[in-house]
Every structure is written in structure tokens, then in C-alpha cells.
């Protein structure tokens, strides 16, 4: 591993990754993690790049040049339906954040990551991008692991799976690359190590965010006052969607309309994430709705635009 970290750097691909395992030459040899997470030099030039932990179905970072300005600020930023955290990780900070999904791996993903950043990112660093380790992380027993374990186990799922996949992570789903090539490597591999480097600046940015593992319904009654902002982002309802089982954890139409009569008396501001149906536009009726000007294909007959529906 250190000498492929050697070659790493010395191709303009790795550097980052280096520093983490303390093999930068121009360090001692004990150099330790936390250093390089909060080296200056580092934090200056990825300032104003855009930060993402893994692919996530329904995730809204391609989204974020259309989606983020539409969102105001607050005192309070609250994320009921989480899942990768793309808007929250991109936003200018709030005094108070709150990040909750009811997805305890994914949450324990982000706690480790937050709590004990320089362990994960090791053990991360020195996984090969596998079919073999992604077949473990997905199918093999996670009783009785450490928290670390299984966020290195998760991790794996969700970034060495295609399309954002990780919930339904398997081995036939393995993101490998045939001639696509990057940095003088495969542009998986290149994607993979890519993805480990940011690791430490999405730990710092966590470092402020309370993180919750509860029902939505239960976080937006928890946190509710006039200085909130949610911004909802919860599976959408099957009518219009392509694939109706890539989330582990589902919506009803009755649990959707649970959330509308939440959403509805919520004294602070909230924004929804959809596309335009039936279904929405009854639960949502009087609200503004703003439309993306893209389309994308995750629609089951046509190409649909993201919807916003605001209370304010």
C-alpha cells in the first residue's frame, strides 16, 4: 500500500490520500491523520468544490446548482429524510443543523465518520477496490462488527456499487471499468481513491451537524419552531418513479399523507423535493412549486423535472 501510494502522488493522483497514511516524504514517518485533515494548505484549495460522500438513489447533487438557491437561510437547517447529505455538506452552515434519516447504517456511517474520522479513513485507504470486498460488504453478517467495521463495510457498498446503488448492493452490481481510464488507472479505481481523499473535509464539515436516527415525522414535531427550515427529500411515491425498490426503507401513500398533515401545520419553513402528480399536488395544494428546467429519465413512461414545493 505505501508504494502505491508513492506512485499515487507522484501522478498528481493521491496526494491527499498519502498525507492520511503518513507517507508524504516530506513528513515524519508518525505523522498522524488528524494533521493533514486540518492542513491549511489542503482546506485552501478545495474551498468552493463541491462535497459528496457516495451516490445515493434519489440523492440531489447534480441538482444542487438549481436546488440550493431556492433554499433560505435560517437559523435552524433541518434534513428529515438525510440519506447522503448532498444539500446539507453544500450549504452555508446554519447556527443549528440537524441531519436525520431513519436508516441506522447510513446514520452510523456519518457518526463514525464525524467521531472518529482518522480511523475510518484508514481502514478505508487500504481496502483494494474489489468485487471481493464489495461482495462481503454486501452479503456477509455484520453482528457483532465494530461501529468501524461497518462503516468501512457500508462505505464499500456505497461507493464501489453503480448508480448509487448501496441499499441493494451486490456483487453483479460491482462498478468496474472495461477501457475507461483516469490517471493512469482504471477510472473506477481513480473514482474510488477520488472519493476516500474527500472523506476528511466532509468529516470537518459534520463536525457542527447534530445527527439523528428517527422517524421523519417524529424529527420535524422534535425540531419545529419559526427559525427552522426543513428541506424534505423523501422516496418518491411510486406512480413516478422507475424503479420501486432501489430504497430499503419505502413510503405509502398513507405515510405520505401523514407527512403533507406534518409539513402542513409546521410552524417553520419547509421545502419539498418531487416531481409534479397527483398525489403531490392534492397533499401540497395552495404551496409555491418551482420546476427544474432538466429533465431526468428516473420516471417509469416519460423524462420528468424536479419539483420544489414551498410553504413560503
Given at each position: 500500500m505505501e508504494s502505491s501510494a508513492r506512485y499515487l502522488a507522484a501522478q498528481g493522483q493521491g496526494k491527499q490520500l498519502a498525507l492520511l497514511l503518513g507517507l508524504d516524504e516530506a513528513q515524519p514517518s508518525n505523522h498522524r491523520m488528524a494533521q493533514a485533515t486540518n492542513d491549511a494548505r489542503y482546506l485552501r484549495g478545495n474551498r468552493g468544490k463541491r462535497k459528496i460522500a457516495f451516490g445515493w438513489y434519489g440523492g440531489k447533487f447534480s441538482h444542487l446548482n438549481w436546488l440550493l438557491p431556492l433554499l433560505p437561510y435560517t437559523h435552524h437547517y433541518c434534513e428529515p429524510f438525510g440519506g447522503s447529505a448532498a444539500v446539507l455538506l453544500n450549504r452555508e452552515p446554519s447556527p443549528v443543523e440537524t441531519y436525520n434519516d431513519v436508516d441506522g447504517e447510513l446514520?452510523?456511517?456519518?457518526?463514525?465518520?464525524?467521531?472518529?474520522?482518522?480511523?475510518?479513513?484508514?481502514?478505508?485507504?487500504?481496502?483494494?477496490?474489489?468485487?471481493?470486498?464489495?461482495?462481503?460488504?454486501?452479503?456477509?453478517?455484520?453482528?457483532?462488527?465494530?461501529?468501524?467495521?461497518?462503516?468501512?463495510?457500508?462505505?464499500?457498498?456505497?461507493?464501489?456499487?453503480?448508480?448509487?446503488?448501496?441499499?441493494?448492493?451486490?456483487?453483479?452490481?460491482?462498478?468496474?471499468?472495461?477501457?475507461?481510464?483516469?490517471?493512469?488507472?482504471?477510472?473506477?479505481?481513480?473514482?474510488?481513491?477520488?472519493?476516500?481523499?474527500?472523506?476528511?473535509?466532509?468529516?470537518?464539515?459534520?463536525?457542527?451537524?447534530?445527527?439523528?436516527?428517527?422517524?421523519?415525522?417524529?424529527?420535524?414535531?422534535?425540531?419545529?419552531?419559526?427559525?427552522?427550515?426543513?428541506?424534505?427529500?423523501?422516496?418518491?411515491?411510486?406512480?413516478?418513479?422507475?424503479?420501486?425498490?432501489?430504497?430499503?426503507?419505502?413510503?405509502?401513500?398513507?405515510?405520505?399523507?401523514?407527512?403533507?398533515?406534518?409539513?402542513?401545520?409546521?410552524?417553520?419553513?419547509?421545502?419539498?423535493?418531487?416531481y409534479r402528480c397527483a398525489l403531490l399536488d392534492k397533499l401540497y395544494r395552495g404551496w409555491r412549486c418551482v420546476e427544474s428546467s432538466e429533465k431526468n429519465c428516473h420516471s417509469i413512461k416519460k423524462p420528468r423535472k424536479e419539483a420544489l414545493w414551498m410553504n413560503s
Open positions: 446514520v452510523s456511517f456519518f457518526r463514525v465518520l464525524r467521531d472518529q474520522t482518522e480511523e475510518l479513513v484508514k481502514a478505508i485507504a487500504l481496502t483494494p477496490f474489489s468485487r471481493q470486498e464489495l461482495t462481503a460488504a454486501a452479503s456477509e453478517p455484520t453482528n457483532g462488527l465494530s461501529a468501524l467495521e461497518r462503516a468501512r463495510r457500508f462505505f464499500v457498498r456505497a461507493r464501489q456499487v453503480r448508480t448509487g446503488l448501496a441499499q441493494t448492493a451486490s456483487e453483479g452490481r460491482w462498478a468496474h471499468c472495461r477501457g475507461t481510464s483516469r490517471a493512469g488507472m482504471a477510472g473506477a479505481v481513480s473514482r474510488w481513491l477520488g472519493s476516500i481523499e474527500g472523506l476528511p473535509g466532509i468529516a470537518e464539515r459534520l463536525l457542527r451537524v447534530q445527527i439523528e436516527n428517527r422517524p421523519a415525522v417524529e424529527v420535524i414535531r422534535l425540531y419545529d419552531t419559526k427559525e427552522t427550515l426543513f428541506y424534505c427529500d423523501p422516496p418518491y411515491p411510486h406512480e413516478i418513479r422507475g424503479d420501486t425498490r432501489s430504497y430499503k426503507y419505502e413510503m405509502t401513500e398513507e405515510e405520505h399523507g401523514e407527512l403533507a398533515n406534518v409539513l402542513r401545520s409546521a410552524k417553520g419553513k419547509v421545502a419539498l423535493s418531487g
